[in-house]
């Protein structure tokens, strides 16, 4: 089949590998995107799928905690510019707290709920875009809760770019939970620990690095221990408690929140813009004239 240099793009942007590798991949699995990143990965191209890399959005994360409840939301904006100003950042917290104070848990059910004022968030926002003077939009929300004997930790980086609402039972060091949703904002772990990864997830990761270690022509009775071996490794990478912790590499995540007395039990993170595209660009006919 033809493939196309905006499924070219895309594939390029999700794995980092080259765009005549992409196309290659693409062209070996008729198109299917997923297929076309194991294709990637099993030949030593590109080590896992990048999702997370197409920022291109604008707009800001914000992170609320009031006694027992936190919230995290998203709001993007059209430019960088209109995230700076501070009417736009007052609407951020404002819809924070909302989440908090509104008995909601999807953005549908945010946007008709009633503000003190009288308006429904849907309305703030209209009125919010009209005042600004750009479409401004809310992406996602979480609502979390926690005991007395918890802690919140809350991190924002690049003035909102990137955003962590951490839970960490067993302690209310609310420095340590800190420290934990910072080292989620710099490592970006996808779970908590392994228990959360799915049956699913675990057999096609096996899939995938059995076929690794054969395209690497390693004789086929070791290759179960190499696959056990990769797979410890990447439930390491993938999971946040057995991570190393940033700010002190020689011991884990689980074991920095154990000095505290706690453990992590829950994280969201989000980063603004993640999976959108903003723009085309010119990289269309940048790709037709490489493939010629």
């Known amino acids: 089949m033809a493939i196309s240099a905006k499924l070219v793009k895309e594939l390029r942007e999700k794995t980092g590998a080259g765009m005549m590798d992409c196309k290659k991949a693409l062209t070996e699995t008729d198109g299917d995107m997923d297929k076309a990143i194991d294709y990637l990965r099993e030949n030593g191209i590109a080590k896992a799928a990048k999702k997370a890399d197409r920022i291109a959005a604008e707009g800001l994360v914000h992170v609320e905690i009031e006694g027992n409840t936190a919230s995290i939301v998203e709001i993007n904006s059209e430019t960088d510019f209109v995230a700076r100003n501070e009417g736009f950042q007052a609407l951020v917290k404002e819809i924070g707290q909302q989440v908090i104070h509104a008995d909601v848990d999807s953005v549908d059910a945010l946007m008709e709920s009633k ?174 004239g490489q493939m010629k």
């Open 115 to 288: 503000l003190e004022s009288g308006q429904t968030v849907d309305e703030r926002m209209k009125e919010a875009t009209s005042t600004i003077g750009e479409k401004l939009s809310i992406r996602r929300i979480a609502k979390r809760s926690k005991s007395d004997n918890d802690a919140f930790g809350s991190y924002l980086h690049m003035g909102g770019r990137i955003g962590v609402l951490s839970v960490v039972e067993g302690t209310t060091d609310e420095d340590a939970a800190k420290d934990v949703a910072m080292h989620i904002a710099a490592i970006n772990p996808k779970y908590v620990s392994s228990e959360q990864v799915s049956d699913d997830e675990i057999a096609h990761e096996k899939e995938v690095l059995k076929q690794q270690a054969l395209n690497e022509g390693k004789p086929e009775k070791i290759v179960e221990k190499m696959v056990e071996g990769r797979l410890r490794k990447y439930l390491k990478e993938i999971c946040a408690v057995d991570q190393n912790f940033v700010k002190d590499p020689d011991q884990t995540v689980e074991g920095f929140l154990k000095s505290k007395g706690g453990q992590l039990s829950d994280f969201v993170r989000y980063e603004v813009g993640e999976g959108m595209e903003k723009r085309e660009e010119n990289f269309a006919e940048e790709v037709k």
